[in-house]
């Protein structure tokens, strides 16, 4: 079956420094999802990647969309306390296909 | 608030035993997702419905059931309980376009099996 791998597992960085979370599918994907669960809470969507070798931006937060639609990333510049979370991908397979894969996640910590 | 409610928050029982989690989608969502996460893992896929019907199915155990009603509701039975069923299991809702919408999810209910 499909399978979503995400690198690190973890990843410590001291506040200002910037964070990168890789994703790569075995599969061509028809989409992926970012997602962002915070301590204690639920995933929350952060953004959605349909194209082809689309960037997408949000203020510190730049995702990609491999040419492939086999890979993407989230690269956060200047890490601040409040981005502490595990950051998720999902990837929805071809077409035909209604199962998000989720990654297992890359836990981030932030040292003040 | 992300519009999706599941109770009960948190279910401690003993092995052996059967529980039933309980999600009620966002209004005018049509999908219902249900999934598992244990202690520093990822989010396993169990189950997906669409407008009461099974849409596509993950690693769900056999003893392990799901259904959507005809208000949408959904509910994810666990039954023959083992300690390894402990998790967080959280249930999500999808708009109508199911393909491509966004998933919203609830806080969770914690599962402790003892």
């Known amino acids: 079956g499909q399978q979503v791998m995400q690198i690190p597992q973890y990843q410590h960085v001291q506040e200002g420094e910037d964070f990168t979370t890789y994703c790569n599918s075995s599969t061509t994907l028809s989409n992926i999802q970012w997602y962002k669960q915070r301590p204690g809470g639920h995933p929350v969507f952060l953004i959605q990647?349909?194209?082809?070798?689309e960037v997408k931006k949000q203020k510190r937060l730049t995702f990609q969309f491999g040419e492939a639609k086999k890979n993407s990333s989230l690269h956060i510049t200047a890490t601040q306390t409040t981005d502490v979370g595990t950051y998720f991908c999902a990837g929805l397979g071809g077409a035909g296909s209604y199962q998000l894969t989720f990654g297992k996640g890359t836990k981030l910590s932030v040292i003040p | 608030d992300s519009g999706v409610t599941q109770t009960p928050k948190h279910l401690i029982t003993a092995t052996g035993q059967r529980v039933t989690l309980r999600c009620s989608p966002r209004?005018?969502?049509?999908?219902v997702y249900w999934y598992q996460q244990s202690l520093d893992q990822g989010l396993q896929f169990l189950i997906q419905?669409?407008?009461?019907?099974?849409?596509a199915k993950g690693n769900i155990l056999e003893r392990f059931s799901a259904q959507q009603f005809p208000d949408l509701h959904s509910e994810l039975n666990l039954s023959s309980l083992e300690l390894g069923d402990s998790a967080l299991y959280f249930c999500?809702?999808?708009?109508?376009?199911?393909?491509?919408?966004?998933?919203?999810f609830g806080n969770g209910t914690r599962l402790t099996v003892t």
């Open positions: 990647l349909v194209k082809s070798g």
């Open positions: 209004s005018g969502d049509l999908s």
């Open positions: 999500a809702s999808s708009g109508p376009s199911s393909y491509n919408s966004p998933l919203h």
């Open positions: 419905y669409y407008n009461g019907e099974e849409r």
